[in-house]
């Protein structure tokens, strides 16, 4: 007849004595599951930070423009006919209504559908039906909000903030860093959404060690070995460094590189594939042969939306040999989302009476540096 194991304490649950001091542990339970604290982050993070939004080769020609959403504000990105990229707040002058419903599209000007107010690609509002009647009423008066926007190496970042720190200043750990993988000319030849119903914050800790990777991602680790990890930015919104390719490798389904070198990438940086979070909303991963950008979109506590993007050097796209975008994308779609199912086994563990936080190992020094940044922001 079988027998059923004694809970050690009764009612309610054994917490883990106090002795463990020797390290950082995880987030508290609430920091993943709380809709105060995800106000709280909106507020405090994603409303004062510079958000990436896109790159610039994704509004390459005069009116292409796209949508983001950044802590409940809708804006509108759009390339005007002088080549500068500027970004609104998708709220028309006249009665606030919604301009652009859709995520990226082109259009000569921005009309609004309620009662076709019109509007410049810079923001000028030129055209209000009727609007001549009224007393005191100057168009000049009513050109759209704009939002503080800058480009980092090509890559779109806007600041909802009054006045924000300039993007050049905060970018300054990073500046130059990148300069040999040509960001700036990259385009992209793929772009996945993906739902994950994980927090935020685990996607980023997950994404910052490879200690899983041996359970998680058999294939990423019989390319890269898990503990070749070497950081050269170690605290700060800024966190990653490298980790190495066995030689001869790239990571492809086939193994095999898919595309011409992105640029003049140093003979031992061959070998390397360069992985770095970007505090609030970025990761970062280059390798030799391409660029794979996530962007992170918190939904709720407990929803994040992400979409991965694929960038290659605009010449690979003319190679009819040597050019397989999609085995990279293969390779990276399938290890997406062995992280992510990761991530939505850690939530709902998380989510659970039973969690406390847990001690991080040795190869999580990253994830406890990023949960260090993300609390002094919160303060
Ligand atoms: S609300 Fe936009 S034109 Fe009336
Ligand atoms: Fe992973």
């Not at 609007?131 to 800058?150: I, N, P, T």
């Not at 962007?295 to 040999?321: G, Y």
Request: aromatic share 12%; with cysteine; hydrophobic share 35%.
């Amino acid at each position: 007849m079988p027998t059923v194991a004694q809970t050690e304490t009764k009612p309610g649950f054994r917490k883990t004595a106090e002795t463990f001091t020797s390290g950082a542990k995880t987030l508290p339970q609430r920091y993943f599951v709380s809709p105060k604290i995800f106000a709280e982050e909106k507020e405090k993070i994603f409303s004062r930070e510079w958000v990436l939004v896109g790159h610039q080769s994704q509004i390459s020609k005069a009116g292409d423009y796209l949508v983001a959403n950044v802590a409940n504000e809708s804006l509108i990105i759009v390339l005007d006919q002088k080549s500068t990229i500027r970004g609104f707040y998708n709220v028309c002058r006249h009665r606030g209504t919604r301009l652009r419903e859709d995520r990226s599209g082109h259009a000569s000007a921005i009309q609004c559908p309620y009662h076709a107010w019109t509007y410049g690609l810079d923001g000028r509002l030129i055209g209000a039906p009727h609007m001549d009647d009224v007393r005191g009423f100057d168009k000049a008066d009513y050109s759209l909000h704009s939002v503080h926007l800058a480009l980092w190496e090509g890559f779109i970042f806007v600041n909802l903030a009054d006045s924000p720190t300039p993007l050049d200043e905060c970018f300054a750990p990073l500046a130059g860093k990148f300069s040999h993988w040509n960001l700036p000319k990259l385009r992209s030849a793929k772009r996945i959404d993906y739902e994950v119903r994980a927090n935020w914050k685990l996607i980023f800790e997950n994404y910052s060690e490879c200690y899983h990777c041996p359970g998680v991602h058999p294939m990423l680790s019989k390319i890269s070995p898990y503990d070749s990890a070497e950081n050269d930015l170690t605290e700060g919104p800024f966190l990653g460094g490298f980790m190495k390719i066995n030689k001869g490798k790239s990571l492809t389904m086939s193994g095999n590189a898919c595309a011409s070198r992105l640029g003049d990438i140093a003979a031992e940086d061959f070998h390397r594939i360069f992985y770095y979070s970007i505090f609030p909303n970025v990761l970062l991963s280059l390798h030799p042969d391409y660029v794979m950008v996530h962007q992170l979109w918190p939904q709720s506590s407990e929803r994040t939306l992400i979409l991965c993007d694929w960038f290659f050097h605009p010449e690979a796209f003319k190679c009819a040999v040597g050019f397989h975008p999609e085995d990279a994308i293969e390779f990276w779609d399938m290890t997406n989302k062995q992280d992510w199912h990761v991530c939505e086994l850690s939530q709902q563990g998380i989510a659970s009476r039973a969690y406390e936080a847990g001690p991080y190992s040795s190869r999580e020094s990253i994830p406890a540096a990023w949960d260090r940044e993300y609390l002094r922001q919160m303060e």
